[in-house]
């Protein structure tokens, strides 16, 4: 016998038209007392959890700055916090890859030239203290203010070129604008037209420009199919915002091989995955090389209120009982990033840095090599997390800058 | 009729036991997401790192260098700091490698079985067999830049001079690590540890893969470490003429084995077994590198059986047919030696 059927009418007896549906009344049922306790006492918790995590961050905060008025003033304070991871704190640079400040042609010159070259950067062989260097070098003038520039370059020249010139910050001010539009300078070639009486400078680099291929500059710009452009969330620069990366002058190597894991799942981002599984091999090449060549000055800031004292110590020498070794131990002494595996992480944005340590933490994101950045980032405290994110974003962007790049920044939305 | 109550019944009753499963089930989610969230959970359960607690160390704990003192001690110090961390730079007269002290004694010194200069300050003098006499630590460093730094194809040729202000300033910088350590007391972390010998022993064929799959990575397919953007060294070379000569202590499988167990791959110490780590500690030390810097004018055999013989070391024996321990070509200019003017540079 089959089962009577919902709407077979004929054996269903109707109730009468007056009749109207009841239930007695019920006690609430035992296990909604249960959830509503739990999630009581659960979020009484919670709130007490966070008022207890902000007065903690409050006070190292505090204590940071505390900290921070002990610590060198003025220029030798900033030259030590901006400048002293390549130059070193003695200023004897690095032998046969950053040259010395101590006793510096440049640093002789005076601190408009040292200003001038903090402005623009470096990018181009450059001869110091009768050794060649392959100089590249961030432009400084998205990280520091006309004042702190003038305090750094004051106490360059004057402690490491025994050079006690003056420069007001309202001259910085001038050279900055001088400076607006310009490419880097193109090496000790160029600046010797800056400085006189320099010793003979390595010839510069040619350039090596290459067309962008339309089919690339399709999808950078206009998107393809239903795909959107890159440009529409990391930016007409590939600057990144927020928690979309900064894309410009990462390693080619390490942009493909991120585009290859979208692509193939190996990296998980809903928005990543479907813009790369159509893209071909010779495309993913296209772009990285595109946005590895790209020379853009940081937008990012500190966004996140971490302690940038303990950033700048997790960075510069990590946390090794907590087995959290240095970032530059891995990314590069500062932060310029080691191809292909290590990407550049200076003036990358401390949202998307934040996340993705999270992600790591969480066993979210599980393309690192060796599993390092998972360990890593699991032995570092949320706090930690974004102290170390809102740090990175204080460096100035690696490569050096280009003349569009500043000047497309300056006029468009996307700059700060 | 009755059969229609009947499932009604039955419905409403399985109903009850989703509601109550579902409720039972989010009460407990609840209840352990706050025994989770308030730190309950003891810390190997959760994976999970005490954000204000320092991690507990069984170790001696050296100073920060926050604590370094004012005044001229203070300044010795920094300099040994320097002269540690950028060797080549601050001390690059005596170095032939790109090479720092901090490349192998981990975190500035400080890191437990990286050899950590607190453990071995407090430890010389010290008679040594490596050359059967009383070391001072003077002596003692200065052997690390004959073999580790491999000063021969330095621009001084040789390790810094006895006095050497480098010395003054590095013995600073220990001494100042080693505040409160009890001397001449062997301290837990003192070395690089030892790896207990393994029944298939050693071979750098299995140890290829180990570093493949492990090193690579870091220190290059080639093992010639890598750079940044203007050539700073990042990863230091393992083996050729931009790493440790064929003396250094490095070069022996058991002392590398060691350093690899207890520090490598960085930041994940212990990661790989006892075997893994003989087998890749052979087959790094299985590479020509540049040569004993003692050997001076006798043959490979006489420098072997003077100064190698029972070690375990490559050096003097063939491998694959091959005679190890000739040296890596001398460079044609001592390396950092200043340039000629403009025209052929270390970096064309």
New interface residues.
């Given amino acids: 016998m089959s089962k009577?059927r919902k709407h077979d009418s004929s054996k269903i007896t109707r109730p009468p038209e007056s009749y109207e549906p009841w239930e007695s009344h019920n006690r609430i049922?035992?296990?909604?007392i249960?959830?509503a306790?739990?999630?009581g006492?659960?979020g009484t918790?919670?709130l007490f959890?966070d008022q207890t995590?902000y007065t903690?961050a409050q006070s190292a905060r505090e204590a940071g700055e505390v900290m921070a008025h002990d610590a060198p003033e003025g220029g030798e304070a900033l030259f030590l916090a901006n400048c002293s991871t390549?130059h070193?704190?003695?200023g004897?640079?690095?032998?046969?890859?950053?040259p010395p400040l101590e006793g510096s042609e440049f640093a002789k010159a005076g601190p408009e030239v040292v200003a001038r070259i903090m402005l623009r950067g470096i990018d181009g062989?450059i001869?110091v203290k009768?050794?060649?260097?392959?100089?590249?070098m961030p432009s400084f003038a998205a990280a520091l203010s006309d004042s702190e520039i003038a305090e750094v370059a004051g106490f360059v020249a004057a402690r490491f070129g025994g050079n006690a010139a003056e420069l007001a910050p309202g001259a910085v001010a001038g050279l900055r604008g001088a400076a607006a539009g310009k490419d880097s300078w193109q090496g000790g070639a160029e600046l010797a037209t800056l400085v006189a009486d320099l010793?003979?400078?390595?010839a510069m680099r040619a350039g090596s420009e290459a067309d962008i291929d339309p089919a690339i500059s399709d999808l950078i710009f206009a998107g393809k199919g239903d795909v959107w452009a890159c440009t529409s969330c990391h930016g007409g620069l590939g600057q990144g915002v927020e928690n979309t990366p900064r894309l410009a002058g990462l390693s080619g190597g390490y942009l493909a091989g991120q585009l290859r894991d979208f692509r193939d799942g190996a990296r998980y981002n809903e928005h990543m995955a479907f813009v790369a599984k159509g893209l071909s091999d010779p495309e993913i090449d296209g772009l990285a090389r595109y946005y590895a060549g790209l020379r853009v000055a940081s937008t990012a800031a500190p966004s996140l209120g971490g302690d940038l004292a303990r950033g700048e110590e997790i960075a510069l020498?990590?946390d090794?009982?907590?087995?959290?070794?240095a970032c530059f131990?891995?990314h590069?002494?500062?932060g310029?990033?080691?191809?292909p595996?290590?990407p550049a992480l200076a003036a990358q944005q401390p949202a998307y840095i934040a996340s993705q340590l999270a992600a790591w933490a969480g066993g979210h994101r599980n393309n690192s090599?060796?599993?390092?950045m998972d360990?890593?980032s699991?032995?570092?405290?949320?706090?930690d997390r974004r102290a170390v994110a809102d740090y990175l974003a204080t460096l100035p962007a690696?490569?050096a800058v280009g003349p569009d790049a500043i000047a497309q920044l300056e006029g468009s939305d996307d700059g700060q | 009729m009755a059969n229609d109550h009947k499932d009604a019944v039955e419905k409403g009753r399985s109903a009850k036991r989703v509601i109550f499963a579902a409720g039972g089930g989010l009460a407990l989610v609840a209840l352990g997401a706050l025994v989770l969230e308030a730190g309950w959970v003891p810390t190997w359960i959760s994976g999970r790192v005490a954000d204000t607690a320092d991690a507990e160390s069984i170790y001696f704990q050296p100073p920060t260098d926050a604590e370094i003192p004012e005044g001229k001690f203070g300044d010795a110090i920094k300099r040994g700091r320097d002269i540690f961390m950028n060797t080549s730079t601050n001390a690059g007269d005596y170095v032939g490698n790109g090479l720092s002290c901090s490349n192998c004694h981990l975190d500035g010194g400080r890191q437990p079985l990286s050899a950590p200069m607190w453990a071995a300050w407090t430890r010389y003098p010290m008679y040594r067999k490596k050359n059967d006499q009383i070391n001072t630590m003077e002596d003692r460093v200065m052997g690390c830049f004959t073999f580790s730094m491999n000063a021969q194809h330095s621009v001084a040729g040789g390790p810094p001079p006895h006095g050497s202000d480098i010395y003054r300033d590095l013995e600073s910088y220990m001494y100042w690590l080693a505040t409160g350590a009890p001397v001449n007391e062997k301290l837990d972390g003192t070395g690089f540890g030892k790896v207990e010998k393994t029944e298939l022993g050693y071979s750098p064929e299995r140890g290829a893969e180990v570093f493949t799959a492990n090193c690579a990575v870091c220190h290059g397919a080639d093992g010639q470490g890598q750079k940044d953007a203007n050539g700073r060294i990042v990863f230091p070379a393992l083996w050729g003429p931009g790493s440790y000569n064929w003396g250094a202590g490095m070069a022996r499988i058991d002392t590398a084995a060691a350093f690899i167990k207890n520090n490598m791959p960085l930041s994940q110490p212990g990661k790989l077994s006892d075997q893994e780590a003989w087998d890749v500690a052979a087959f790094i030390n299985s590479h020509e590198r540049p040569r004993d810097a003692r050997q001076g004018d006798a043959s490979i055999e006489e420098t072997r059986l003077r100064f190698h013989d029972g070690d375990q070391i490559y050096y003097g024996k063939e491998l694959n047919g091959v005679l190890m321990g000739v040296g890596t070509p001398d460079p044609e200019r001592p390396i950092g030696a200043p340039e000629l003017p403009i025209g052929p540079t270390p970096l064309e």
């Fill in positions: 009577p049922p035992l296990p909604v249960w959830i306790l739990a999630l006492i659960w918790a919670m959890e995590s903690v390549c070193q704190p003695n004897a640079g690095v032998r046969l890859a950053v062989p001869r009768g050794f060649t260097y392959d100089g590249h010793p003979p400078q390595p020498h990590g090794w009982p907590r087995g959290i070794p131990s891995c590069g002494p500062s310029f990033g080691v191809a595996d290590f090599p060796l599993g390092l360990q890593i699991a032995a570092m405290s949320e706090g690696v490569p």
